[in-house]
């Protein structure tokens, strides 16, 4: 299955559970919308919940966002339920089914296995649903190149900071900031960067996971710029306020995507007959090659995905 990764800057979690708070979330700008079947409701409210949700999904109005559900992790009576009505349900207006608390491959291939089976009852496309893994504890850090590789449907791997850092017993209550104690470097550091690793080894998304200071837009941006900075593709947003300015941190500067662009028209044009058939060349006082091609291309295509227009095109010399 050959997949097409969509923009995933900002993740707006929305409790399905509040059918006030799921038409709010249609006017939103966020890139992607999901609604909530797990932590966010209380247990009794989960069957009406997933009412709303398809009913939700199913009136329409959301424009280009991405439309996922989560569910309950595998370890709770709800899970096969969630999945069932939501997908019979809605199937045909759902892009992804998130599973929380994966811990193993098996996880993710137990999820394949029933969304095939609705998938070829209703008569959807084999594989138009994918998946959304999450890591929230130690034992699914470990397993997490298997976890990647369970499913051609796994489209992304998200960080889960408020069940992992109580998994590993780490002294904080604050999600998202750094552990009391903690002076020196990144304590979340090596969680993100194996994510990371195993996201780009096998063409997945990283997504960093919520920060629960919602009133704290400094603090939101300050967390958001660290796991962007590494390369991840976006973050969870769960307030409106945040949506903002997740677009603008997982997106590039205008500087860099106009530089990016520049960069690949120089290089295909100094690469062709007309150009010298060069193997690098000077853009300005830069030397551009192949890895400096590969580079821009990561720039440009989050400026592409994300909408941005170049300020100008470049001009090859002998026309300038």
């Given at each position: 299955m050959t997949q097409t990764l969509r923009p995933r800057r900002s993740c707006l979690a929305v409790p399905g559970s509040n059918p006030r708070f799921l038409e709010k979330a249609k006017g939103l700008d966020a890139d992607q919308v999901f609604l909530d079947l797990e932590?966010?409701?209380?247990?009794m409210a989960k069957p009406g919940a997933r009412k709303n949700i398809v009913a939700a999904l199913t009136e329409g109005g959301w424009g280009n966002k991405l439309r996922v559900v989560r569910v309950n992790d595998w370890a709770t009576q709800w899970t096969y339920r969630d999945v069932i009505e939501i997908v019979e349900g809605a199937g045909a207006d759902l892009d992804a089914i998130m599973l929380p608390k994966v811990q193993?491959?098996?996880?993710?291939?137990?999820?394949?296995?029933?969304?095939?089976?609705i998938e070829k009852t209703i008569g959807y496309e084999v594989g138009s649903i994918r998946i959304e893994a999450q890591i929230e504890n130690a034992l699914g850090l470990i397993n997490v190149d298997a976890i990647a590789t369970a499913s051609p449907r796994v489209e992304t791997i998200i960080f889960g900071p408020a069940d992992f850092m109580a998994s590993i017993n780490m002294k904080t209550l604050v999600v998202g900031e750094q552990p009391p104690g903690y002076?020196?470097?990144?304590?979340?550091?090596?969680?993100?960067?194996?994510?990371?690793?195993?996201a780009r080894a096998y063409g997945k998304q990283a997504i960093d996971g919520p920060y629960l200071q919602i009133r704290d837009l400094d603090g939101f941006r300050r967390v958001a710029e660290r796991?962007?900075?590494?390369?991840?593709?976006?973050?969870?947003?769960?307030?409106?306020?945040?949506?903002?300015?997740?677009?603008?941190?997982?997106?590039?500067r205008q500087d860099d995507y106009d530089h990016a662009e520049n960069i690949l028209d120089a290089y295909d044009w100094f690469t062709s007959e007309a150009g010298g058939e060069k193997g690098s060349a000077m853009l300005g006082d830069e030397m551009i090659d192949e890895a400096s091609r590969k580079m821009a291309l990561v720039v440009a295509g989050k400026g592409r995905a994300a909408g941005m227009q170049r300020?100008?095109?470049w001009t090859p010399p002998e026309s300038g």
């Open positions: 932590d966010a409701v209380a247990p193993s491959a098996e996880h993710v291939a137990a999820l394949d296995t029933l969304l095939t089976q002076d020196v470097g990144d304590a979340y550091h090596y969680i993100l960067m194996r994510i990371l690793m195993a796991s962007a900075a590494l390369g991840f593709d976006g973050k969870w947003v769960l307030h409106p306020d945040q949506v903002a300015a997740a677009n603008e941190v997982f997106s590039p300020t100008e095109p």
